[in-house]
């Protein structure tokens, strides 16, 4: 069974910096894609950044490229983001995601597996 596991979340100031992590356990995430979304309230469910397991490709929304690293711990079977100079418009449920192919996508639906999410909360 594939369980995905955010931590990380938090109220921080605008300007600030957080690392959200995803713990990913019950299969073997090789050959897959690991992604980022994130929704605010009243809006869609929206991609941030990907990671294809194997290959280390990444893929950056342009709304946190050059402020959102993704990185991984292939020990720990744990996907990191480091999110840095957020903005107000950055609060959101982070979700982390698996893709079960080596092709990174960046809508929902392709994602097979998702976590629970973490909140991220920016203030002014």
């Known amino acids: 069974q594939v369980q995905l596991v955010e931590s990380g979340g938090g109220l921080v100031q605008a300007g600030g910096s957080l690392r959200l992590s995803c713990a990913a356990s019950g299969r073997t995430f090789s050959g897959d894609v690991l992604g980022w979304f994130r929704q605010a309230p009243g809006k869609e469910r929206e991609f941030v950044v990907a990671l294809s397991w194997s290959g280390g490709v990444t893929y950056y929304a342009d709304s946190v490229k050059g402020r959102a690293t993704i990185s991984r711990d292939n020990a720990k079977n744990t996907v990191y983001l480091q999110m840095n100079s957020l903005k107000p418009e950055d609060t959101a449920v982070y979700y982390c995601?698996?893709?079960?192919?080596?092709?990174?996508?960046?809508?929902?639906?392709?994602?097979?597996?998702w976590g629970q999410g973490t909140q991220v909360t920016v203030s002014s």
């Open positions: 995601a698996v893709k079960t192919s080596t092709i990174i996508g960046l809508q929902s639906y392709e994602y097979d597996y």
